[in-house]
Every structure is written in structure tokens, then in C-alpha cells.
């Protein structure tokens, strides 16, 4: 049997401004079967620039920029995060987009990191990361084998010992041809690394094609409501539909087994009823030798 798959469950804005949203949360994240819940921590300062800058010479207002304040996760809400999925005994998570962020999350006391997509080419970032030890889960939307080789090299050079990769297509959501679930296995042959699907496409048929082809991590993201304004709001699932996720994860798991192909031990007890035997074509009992009736000892459904 396989490592126990892990599930993060991804709540990056969805909690709206709102500290007992967020709460609320971190608790369907626990009832739906999460291992990790995760936010995100942010400041607009240091991630979104106010202005836009055109090619004529022309500067106008980011629009981006002035509707970000409701992203941020204050710092102190995340002790009082942490301390409640500490209650729950689910692992609390949170992407740093900057680099003071870092400080903030160590000080806070995480097991581990997630580094998001676009910051797979911010070394600062994946050096001050990487130099805390922990463990890192590294997004890989929008790029390629290269670009991952060289973020790798900067988190072990730094000092982090245990990665893993996310697949990821950088879409809300992705159309279905652009998933590329065979790179799973591909990234596992060249990195030599558990990886995992960062997954932004309705339901839950990629994870567990995903599942089935090596992955070891799913983060999907949580919505009590998808009609709600948000950028992650429109793809994410309900804790319901989560909830299902899990539990066809955990199921699959088990039906993929080991690999090896052997009788069960429920099979073995079968075996004399499924196979034929020689039988005594007057009295159509068991006997030795070749010659007789091929018959089953009773009727099987199996073939």
C-alpha cells in the first residue's frame, strides 16, 4: 500500500474579509476529511503594483491594486487560525507571497510551505523558504522542466529536504485538453519527488485520474458559495462535493493496491470452487488421473 494520499484544502480568499468565515472554514475543511487547510498570506504592497504603466507614456490606476485590501489575511489571524486547526487536528498551511512573510509564518509555527506558481522563478523567496527546513509543496503552473530543475536546486541548496511538486495548469478553470495528467509520471521520473495536482477544473474526475496515476498531494479549493464575488470562488467545490472527493479518494487508494498481481486471500479460498477438476463420469465424484469430466466442484458467477 501507498503513502496515505494528503488533501489540502485550499480556502485562499473564499472567507471574505471575514475572521469567523474563516473559521468556519478551517472546521469544513476537518468535517469534509482535509488533512491541511490552507490560506494565503499577502499584502498588496508587495505583491500588486497601483499603477499601470502603458507603452504610450500613459498611467492609469490598477484596478487589481485597489480592490486587494479584502485578500489580506491579517497576521494576527493567523495564530488564531492555527491555534484552531491545532484543536481540530488538521494542519493549518498558508502561501507567503513576500518575503517578510516568511518571518511571520515561522513565528506563527507551520509544519510546512506551499509556494504558489508564479513564484517558482523568485529565488529570494524559495531561498528564505527553502533555508527553514520544512517541508515544501511547490506549485508548477505555467512552467516547464527547466524552470522546475532550477527552483529545486535553489530549495536544496538552501536547505530543504523534503519537496514536493503540485502539476498544476495556471487556468480558472483550465479547459480539459490543457490538463496534461501524463506529465504526473513524467515529473516523478525526473525529479524523483512525491507530486501532486493543483487541480481548478469542475468536480472531482482530475484528482482522481491523478490519484490513479501517482499522485500523492490534491489541493482543491473550498467554497460555501459559488455564486459569491471572488477570484476563487466561480471553481471551487462545496464542502459537500469536497467531502464526496475525499471519500472516492480514500476508496481508490485502496483499490489500487500494491501492483503485484497475486491471488487475494479471499480468491485462494475460491480457487478449488472456480477451477475445474477431473470427475467419474458415472457418479461425477473427484477422481485422479486425466480421464473423466471436467466439471466445477458448483456453480460460480465468476467466469
Not at 16 to 29: K, W
Not at 204 to 233: M, W, Y
Request: hydrophobic share 40%; charged share 25%; glycine share 8%.
Amino acid at each position: 500500500m501507498h503513502e496515505r494520499v494528503t488533501v489540502i484544502a485550499e480556502i485562499g480568499s473564499n472567507y471574505n474579509g471575514d475572521l469567523a468565515l474563516a473559521r468556519e472554514y478551517v472546521r469544513a475543511a476537518r468535517e469534509c476529511g482535509a488533512d491541511v487547510v490552507k490560506f494565503q498570506t499577502l499584502r498588496k504592497n508587495k505583491l500588486v503594483a497601483p499603477r499601470l504603466y502603458s507603452g504610450d507614456g500613459a498611467v492609469s490606476e490598477n484596478p487589481v491594486y485597489r480592490n486587494f485590501a479584502s485578500l489580506e489575511l491579517p497576521d494576527e489571524w493567523h495564530y488564531e487560525l492555527k491555534e484552531l486547526a491545532d484543536q481540530l487536528g488538521i494542519e493549518f498551511m498558508s502561501t507567503p507571497f513576500y518575503l517578510e512573510a516568511v518571518e511571520l509564518l515561522e513565528s506563527v509555527g507551520v509544519r510546512s510551505y506551499k509556494i504558489a506558481s508564479g513564484d517558482i522563478t523568485f529565488r529570494p523567496l524559495l531561498d528564505k523558504i527553502g533555508r527553514t527546513g520544512k517541508r515544501v509543496v511547490l506549485s508548477t503552473g505555467a512552467s516547464a522542466d527547466e524552470e522546475i530543475s532550477a527552483a529545486l536546486q535553489v530549495l536544496k541548496k538552501a536547505g530543504a529536504m523534503d519537496v514536493a511538486l503540485l502539476h498544476c495548469v495556471s487556468n480558472y478553470p483550465p479547459a480539459w485538453d490543457e490538463m496534461n495528467l501524463r506529465a504526473i509520471a513524467s515529473m516523478q521520473a525526473r525529479f524523483g519527488c512525491p507530486i501532486g495536482i493543483s487541480d481548478h477544473t469542475p468536480g472531482c474526475l482530475v484528482p482522481l485520474s491523478a490519484v490513479a496515476l501517482g499522485a500523492s498531494l490534491i489541493e482543491k479549493h473550498v467554497t460555501f458559495d459559488r455564486s459569491q464575488n471572488g477570484p476563487d470562488h466561480a471553481f471551487a467545490m462545496t464542502p459537500g462535493e469536497f467531502a464526496e472527493m475525499v471519500a472516492q479518494v480514500r476508496l481508490l487508494q485502496g483499490a489500487l493496491g500494491d501492483g503485484h498481481k497475486q491471488p487475494t486471500a479471499s480468491e485462494l479460498a475460491k480457487q478449488r470452487r472456480i477451477r475445474r477438476g477431473v470427475y467419474n463420469p458415472r457418479t461425477l465424484e473427484p477422481q485422479e488421473g486425466e480421464e473423466g469430466l471436467w466439471l466445477r466442484p458448483a456453480p460460480e458467477n465468476a467466469p
